[in-house]
């Protein structure tokens, strides 16, 4: 399979992040961009829930915000296509899924592989899906942790671009387990974004090879 260099057109890259939330891994971008950590512009946070609260970050941050509430949609593509008519004239480099809690069609999907990542709170394969953290917990596993990946047909199956593992301790809960993971989230969406924007991304089949490293250790997540 042929080898796909995945980069932005020119620096800063465009961005265009999704949410259906609190946004705290839209806050992680916002403040990664301002401190100088990340190279791009975020041009538009898109929500599919009126009542998100990263909204009101995006809005504190002056970054355009558009609500594309599923609800008023009677098919998943038709809800696709407005967002996807709503990112057509903005040139977007890499649509970022943060915390958006929305399975993608192919109808999505296709006209942008390769240009969308989504972070994930386990370690995929492991525990895809909603409730990650509760099904790892429930499961038993001693480490779990959070992903980034390229966003494939499947639900949580593409490409992994970086993954940061978190001990589980016998007395977490799903919310103490979800707390401490989420510190790496946002550490880890920072790199894989500024990586793009580095041109560092390559995708090989299901593979991503990191220009410049032989293992994700040397970043020092
Ligand atoms: C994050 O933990 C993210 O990994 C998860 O939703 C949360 C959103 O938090 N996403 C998924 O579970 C996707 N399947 P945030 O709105 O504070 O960024």
Redo the contacts with the bound molecule.
Sequence with gaps: MEKIKIQPKKLPAKLAVL??????????IIDGIKGGEINATIEIVISNNPN?Y?LERAKQANIPTKVIDHREFSTREDHERAILSVLAPLDIDLIV?????RILTPLFIRPYYGRII????ALLPAF??????KQALEYGVRISG?TTHFVDEGT?TGPIILQKAVYVRQDDTEETL?QR??KY?HILMKKTIQLFCEGRLTLDGRKVIIEGIKSIEELGL
Excluded: F, V
């Design positions: 949410i259906s939330g609190r946004g705290t891994n839209l806050q992680a998100a990263g899924l943060a915390g958006y809690m989504n972070i994930h709170p895809p899906g909603t409730h990650a953290q959070c949580d979800s993971i989420l989230e």
